[in-house]
């Protein structure tokens, strides 16, 4: 298993630019989640689903469109970057309800820069 | 809205030593609570975990104890390493399922030989 890969691994933008994060995992897992990274801010949730059709919004989600037509696939859309969006961003994976392991498994990051 | 506080931001210990991170949750319905370590450059990796229905679990040099009336858990880690030495976050669920999360802001230990 791959487990969760994300792409590209670094990425810079201009502002106003728009660009897609990939997220997959072959792990077949209902739950995945997108979080950024900040100095001293820990990670936050920006978007999360809990299964192919379904996602919901996290602590800050704004600025960031997901959508979720496969099990495999999670990806982050930024529409117009802005320089507050200069962060590093963790795709997760876990199993979801029905089953007693719920550990989310995290991707090795995208670094994005926003000038 | 929810809300993970954790404390100290930073740590240092002497190897042999142990290590206390305390975290407090705002949410009640909170029903998971994980701790995951991360290293430089990598993402998080989990390395223990416990529920609302457990009052403390223990695994190796690791335990988590929870205090579910106080809302507050924390991690212990007897005998420290020098590879223990990372950035450990905690975190509270928010959802029925328990796996949407809400992260505290992290600890950096440092553990010298």
């Known amino acids: 298993n791959a487990g969760v890969t994300q792409t590209p691994k670094f990425q810079v933008l201009k502002t106003g630019q728009s660009m897609t994060l990939q997220c997959a995992q072959d792990?077949?897992?209902?739950?995945m989640s997108w979080y950024r990274q900040d100095p001293g801010m820990g990670l936050r949730l920006i978007h999360y689903?809990?299964?192919?059709?379904?996602?919901d919004q996290g602590e800050v989600p704004n600025g960031y469109n997901v959508s979720r037509s496969t099990t495999e696939d999670f990806p982050l859309r930024l529409l117009s970057a802005a320089p507050s969006q200069t962060s590093v961003y963790f795709c997760?994976?876990?199993?979801?309800?029905?089953?007693?392991?719920?550990?989310?498994?995290f991707g090795p990051g995208t670094r994005l820069t926003v000038l | 809205g929810e809300n993970v506080e954790q404390h100290p931001s930073t740590l240092s210990v002497q190897e042999g030593d142990s290590a206390v991170i305390k975290c407090t949750y705002s949410?009640?319905?909170?029903?998971?609570f994980p701790w995951y370590k991360q290293e430089l450059g990598k993402g998080p990796q989990l390395i223990i975990d416990?529920?609302?229905?457990?009052g403390e679990k223990k695994d190796q040099r690791i335990a988590v104890t929870l205090n579910k009336t106080a809302k507050h858990f924390s991690l212990h880690i007897t005998e420290t390493q020098p590879e223990d030495s990372a950035v450990y976050f905690c975190?509270?669920?928010?959802?029925?399922?328990?796996?949407?999360?809400?992260f505290g802001k992290g600890t950096t230990l440092s553990v010298s030989s």
């Open positions: 792990m077949n897992h209902e739950y």
């Open positions: 997760a994976s876990s199993y979801h309800s029905g089953s007693p392991y719920n550990e989310q498994f």
């Open positions: 416990i529920r609302s229905n457990v």
């Open positions: 949410d009640s319905a909170s029903n998971y």
């Open positions: 975190a509270a669920s928010f959802n029925q399922a328990g796996t949407a999360l809400i």
């Open positions: 689903s809990v299964g192919a059709g379904i996602t």
